[in-house]
């Protein structure tokens, strides 16, 4: 990272926002030429609504208590899912971020971009399945953590990686697919991601798990062996929902119930990439369906039917 700022020269600064929060908070004025960008890009934009993001973007003259808007330097967000789960209060505070501007209205010709973006090849058609998960009891200390978070507690998703018939019904088709096919499974717990693997593995499937745990060195060795096809199966809790590119995965497995709309489609996108993006023509997607009581409704799978339901 540079300390001054060359007179007539382009200059691109790529930064986490843990960082320059940590150099906003700094005395003195080393990185005060940071106080003034051309323009300011946010990838992962849905999360841009946190208070580290407030913080730093008035610190860079950007934020909502810059008194001349007008002056203002242009703010650009970058997100597959512009929204803020089921919330439209939030969304509104997300859209607001950017006073109001969403680059997507009024850019394609028909009422659902998926359908306009499928049929141009930008993201690959979807082949459903679904499969049985099993029955879950919810404890009334459960129920409350659901209505108050909108989350399943970790107690249940847990139990859900423990049921062996549940873990044997995922390998088992994982292991009936054709055999040149790369696969992404979302596992409900890191354990239940390593079981995964390990039960593919002793099938003949080449497949590992990655976690928050694995360092950083064998979690990008197992990524370039998957993209080049030699292992098969990679396997994850929460840490491929973002940040990772393999465009020709031909098929994703929701074995991690959410009721999250943001999180599912960070899980599915994985595999939606079209020919135009270095993807598939279509991608299979298959849905580990439990029955969680009344819950059930709320899963977020069920807002994205239009994309196997539409041909």
Same mark, same amino acid.
């Given at each position: /990272?540079?300390?001054? %700022?060359?007179?007539?020269?382009?200059?691109?600064?790529?930064?986490?926002?843990?960082?320059?929060?940590?150099?906003?908070?700094?005395?003195?004025?080393?990185?005060?030429?940071? %106080?003034?960008?051309?323009?300011?890009?946010?990838?992962?934009? =849905?999360?841009?609504?946190?208070?580290? !993001?407030?913080?730093?973007?008035?610190?860079?003259?950007?934020?909502?208590?810059?008194?001349?808007?007008?002056?203002?330097?242009?703010?650009?967000?970058?997100?597959?899912?512009?929204?803020?789960?089921?919330?439209?209060?939030?969304?509104?505070?997300?859209?607001?971020?950017?006073?109001?501007? %969403?680059?997507?209205?009024?850019? @394609?010709?028909?009422?659902?971009? !998926?359908?306009?973006?499928?049929? /141009? $090849?930008?993201?690959?058609?979807?082949?459903?399945? #679904?499969?049985? $998960?099993?029955?879950?009891?919810?404890?009334?200390?459960?129920?409350?953590?659901?209505?108050? /978070?909108?989350?399943?507690?970790?107690? #249940?998703?847990?139990?859900?990686?423990?049921?062996?018939?549940?873990?044997?019904? #995922?390998?088992? =088709?994982?292991?009936?697919?054709?055999?040149?096919?790369?696969?992404?499974?979302?596992?409900?717990?890191?354990?239940?991601?390593?079981?995964?693997?390990?039960?593919?593995? =002793?099938?003949?499937?080449?497949?590992?798990?990655?976690?928050?745990?694995?360092?950083?060195?064998?979690?990008?060795?197992?990524?370039?062996?998957?993209?080049?096809? %030699?292992?098969?199966?990679?396997?994850? +809790?929460?840490?491929?929902?973002?940040? @990772?590119?393999?465009?020709?995965?031909?098929?994703? +497995?929701?074995?991690?119930?959410?009721?999250?709309?943001?999180?599912?489609?960070? /899980?599915?996108?994985?595999?939606?990439?079209?020919?135009?993006?270095?993807?598939?023509?279509? #991608?299979?997607?298959?849905?580990?369906?439990?029955? @969680?009581?009344?819950?059930?409704?709320?899963?977020?799978?069920?807002?994205?039917? !239009?994309?196997?339901?539409?041909?």
């Amino acid at each position: /990272m540079r300390s001054r %700022r060359n007179q007539g020269s382009f200059q691109l600064l790529i930064a986490t926002i843990d960082k320059l929060s940590v150099l906003q908070k700094r005395s003195g004025d080393e990185y005060g030429w940071l %106080r003034d960008p051309s323009i300011v890009v946010i990838d992962e934009a =849905h999360t841009s609504i946190a208070t580290s !993001y407030t913080q730093v973007l008035d610190w860079m003259g950007r934020g909502g208590r810059a008194r001349d808007k007008s002056a203002r330097r242009p703010l650009l967000g970058l997100t597959a899912t512009p929204f803020r789960g089921k919330s439209e209060i939030e969304t509104e505070r997300l859209a607001g971020r950017y006073d109001g501007n %969403r680059l997507d209205r009024g850019a @394609f010709r028909k009422e659902d971009p !998926y359908e306009e973006l499928r049929d /141009m $090849g930008v993201l690959a058609r979807v082949r459903h399945e #679904v499969l049985a $998960g099993i029955d879950v009891t919810l404890s009334d200390r459960d129920k409350e953590d659901i209505e108050k /978070m909108g989350r399943l507690p970790s107690s #249940v998703t847990e139990r859900l990686g423990t049921d062996l018939k549940r873990t044997l019904r #995922v390998v088992d =088709h994982i292991a009936s697919l054709p055999e040149e096919w790369t696969v992404l499974a979302f596992a409900p717990s890191v354990e239940n991601a390593r079981v995964l693997a390990a039960l593919l593995a =002793h099938r003949g499937v080449p497949a590992v798990s990655v976690s928050a745990d694995t360092e950083t060195a064998a979690r990008r060795h197992y990524i370039e062996e998957f993209k080049a096809g %030699r292992i098969r199966v990679l396997t994850n +809790y929460n840490v491929l929902t973002q940040g @990772f590119d393999a465009p020709k995965v031909q098929a994703v +497995y929701v074995a991690r119930p959410t009721f999250s709309p943001n999180v599912y489609q960070q /899980m599915i996108g994985r595999g939606l990439r079209g020919p135009l993006n270095g993807g598939s023509e279509e #991608v299979l997607i298959v849905n580990v369906e439990d029955n @969680f009581d009344q819950y059930g409704d709320l899963l977020a799978f069920n807002e994205f039917e !239009y994309l196997w339901t539409k041909k």
